[in-house]
């Protein structure tokens, strides 16, 4: 806790040793009332998820697999807003470590074109009400390339490989929360993800470069040209028209 310096978010942390997935226990909680700001941290996951039931590789003590619990007073149309403070807070986080990573809208963080951290953004909720948000963050900190099943070997890396030593998991995740709180703040007081969407713009993979997107099951080529201030990737594609994507929409890989 010495890294920690937040008010709220991390102030409780419940920390395993194995869990199935560290969304699923935070999705628990906040059912049960745990409040804003709770953090569900574990070890090791059995059952690491990722989007679209993909599974996230989770393996004993070797990486950050973390949830936050919020309860923001957003509209659910707005819960990927929160997606974009939490890679911002991971990139922030991880270049005050020493490594300057890229974001790669929606919910990556890549390292020499090799993911090093996805975000999981899940939420409960009906129509025009938000119950509670669960931000789902897996760091590949101390990884070797042989910790990687071999199915992604070659498209994951971690901290440890990049900067050939082991990275402190504590101070990471104390600075991790320190600037998700900073940039979370900017959303529950003015209604803006301004300062996150300027992180992911400047550090990002994919702005000025062709990609492919997979759209309703169609695969399109355009330009990524920027992000909006809601936090969706804006493009263009080959006669020039502009349109915007709304995360979750899509899967992107740079060309
Ligand atoms: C994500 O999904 O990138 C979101 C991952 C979120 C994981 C965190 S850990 C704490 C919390 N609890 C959970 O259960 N989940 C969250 P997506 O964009 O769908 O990417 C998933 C794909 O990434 C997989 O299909 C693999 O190809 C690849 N992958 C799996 N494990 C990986 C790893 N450790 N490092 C890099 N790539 C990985």
Redesign the pocket.
């Known amino acids: 806790r010495k890294y920690l310096e937040t008010k709220h978010i991390g102030r409780e942390i419940f920390y395993f040793d194995t869990l199935d997935?560290?969304?699923?226990k935070a999705k628990e909680l906040a059912a049960n009332e745990q409040k804003e700001g709770t953090v569900v941290i574990a070890e090791e996951?059995t059952?690491?998820?990722?989007?679209?039931g993909?599974?996230?590789?989770?393996p004993k003590k070797k990486?950050i697999?973390?949830?936050i619990i919020l309860t923001p007073e957003i509209e659910p149309t707005d819960a990927a807003k929160v997606t974009q403070v939490a890679a911002a807070a991971v990139w922030k986080g991880i270049n005050e470590v020493g490594v300057k990573t890229q974001i790669k809208w929606p919910?990556?963080i890549v390292l020499n074109g090799k993911?090093?951290c996805?975000?999981?953004t899940e939420m409960s909720g009906e129509l025009n009400r938000l119950n509670y948000l669960v931000v789902?963050?897996?760091i590949?900190a101390n990884?070797s390339d042989e910790d990687?099943?071999e199915?992604?070997r070659g498209?994951?890396t971690s901290l440890k490989i990049e900067l050939n030593k082991e990275v402190e998991r504590k101070e990471l995740i104390g600075r991790i929360l320190n600037n998700f709180e900073e940039l979370y703040e900017e959303l529950i007081h003015n209604n803006s993800i301004d300062k996150s969407i300027k992180i992911c713009v400047e550090n990002s993979a994919l702005i000025g470069k062709d990609v492919r997107l997979i759209l309703k099951g169609k695969e399109e080529e355009a330009k990524a040209i920027d992000i909006s201030k809601e936090g969706e990737l804006i493009i263009q594609d080959k006669n020039g028209d502009i349109s915007k994507i709304i995360s979750g929409e899509v899967s992107v890989r740079g060309l």
């Open positions: 997935s560290t969304n699923l996951q059952n690491g998820r990722g989007r679209l993909r599974s996230w590789s989770s990486g697999w973390m949830s919910n990556d993911k090093v996805g975000v999981l789902g963050i897996g590949n990884m990687f099943p199915e992604i498209l994951a």
